[in-house]
């Protein structure tokens, strides 16, 4: 007969693998995790110690979109020149958020799926947990996401792009789409890490009994919430940058400046605040487990006899002091070092306030 704990063991080493690079189903990391691995396999497979280096395979990869934008720029308009500033701006942006969703995956997810599976004690929902995140991250779902977002920004830069020449209009909201459609598999795991958290605080986890909040496990996934809370805030910083930098017409008055840096300071507390919230509902449910277990080993003992002996009065006054030093417990998961990150997320807005008016600057230079 098997044992509840061998029944678990092969669905929890899946889901703690579910986003290791050396994941069996590539696919269902990322389509641009897929390109990356093609690239790097077709490559860079002769050269020993870069045939897994997904920077330079971004690089590459960015390299070849660069490309695409100026054959599609000399096609549609007068220019003949290879050096396009705002192309290669947006280029550099697009790269910088390749490497960071690659690491989103890689090392994000990656460590909050690996700290879940350890902790989670039901079987029937550590194969839920599993299938959610096959159905999520499939291959084609995530692909028709990027394709349907890269054609609402296609058409949406298109009507707003403030030049006379049409050729160059369409070869703009070209470039921005294409680079978009390589973006936006960062925008697709902002979509679901939400949903990622709310999953996890629904599950059913083994803490610390006395102090949930002081589990090893729980404490790395509160550290990696913080962390990718930055990440967050930095590519939304990016991408306001980089639009505005590429279209800068479109956002010349202050004000629209301001409410863009208002939305990246709105990313920063709500990738900031939101984990935390969940992390603070698992300790709270922790707490209340322990307190029960507590009350019915109190309960016992008070049953065991009429008039109960002073051992037992004494162990369940030692009972009922655990259970007021568990109840007095923290709840939250925040930390001075988590406060000190997000202090530094919400300077990034300002910085991005201030990169956005020399961005138009440099828009109204390059528009002559």
Not at 78 to 90: H, K, T
Not at 218 to 244: H, K, P, W
Request: proline content about 4%; glycine content about 6%; charged content about 15%.
């Amino acid at each position: 007969m098997t044992s509840p704990e061998s029944a678990t063991t092969c669905p929890r080493r899946e889901l703690a693998e579910f986003f290791e690079p050396d994941h069996g189903a590539i696919g269902n990391l990322s389509p641009i995790t897929y390109i990356l691995h093609t690239l790097s396999q077709r490559v860079f497979r002769r050269f020993p110690g870069i045939d897994t280096d997904y920077i330079a395979s971004s690089i590459l990869l960015g390299l070849l979109l660069y490309s695409c934008m100026v054959v599609v720029n000399i096609s549609l308009t007068d220019e003949s020149s290879i050096i396009l500033v705002p192309q290669l701006l947006l280029t550099v942006f697009g790269i910088l958020c390749i490497v960071i969703s690659v690491r989103e995956r890689r090392m994000g997810f990656s460590t909050l799926v690996r700290n879940l599976a350890k902790l989670m004690t039901d079987a029937d929902e550590i194969v839920a947990m599993l299938d959610w995140l096959r159905s999520v991250f499939c291959l084609r779902i995530q692909a028709a996401f990027q394709l349907g977002s890269a054609a609402i920004i296609f058409f949406a830069s298109f009507a707003l792009v403030d030049r006379d020449d049409h050729g160059l209009r369409l070869s703009m909201s070209f470039s921005l789409s294409l680079m978009w459609l390589v973006a936006s598999n960062l925008l697709y795991g902002g979509v679901m890490y939400p949903r990622l958290w709310n999953r996890m605080s629904q599950a059913a986890v083994e803490l610390h009994w006395v102090r949930p909040d002081l589990t090893p496990c729980l404490r790395e996934i509160a550290s990696m919430a913080t962390r990718l809370s930055m990440r967050s805030t930095l590519v939304a910083a990016l991408s306001v940058i980089g639009i505005n930098v590429f279209i800068g017409s479109v956002v010349s008055r202050y004000d629209v400046l301001l409410m863009l840096s208002a939305t990246v300071m709105l990313v920063a507390i709500a990738t900031f605040i939101g984990p935390h919230r969940q992390l603070r509902r698992m300790v709270i449910k922790g707490k209340h487990r322990s307190i029960s277990d507590i009350e019915q080993m109190i309960a016992a003992l008070r049953g065991s006899s009429a008039t109960p002996d002073a051992a037992t009065v004494d162990t369940i006054e030692k009972l009922a002091g655990l259970q007021r030093t568990i109840s007095s417990g923290p709840n939250s998961m925040i930390t001075l070092g988590s406060l000190t990150s997000l202090g530094a997320s919400l300077t990034i807005p300002i910085l991005t306030y201030a990169s956005d008016l020399i961005g138009k600057r440099i828009a109204d230079y390059l528009a002559g």
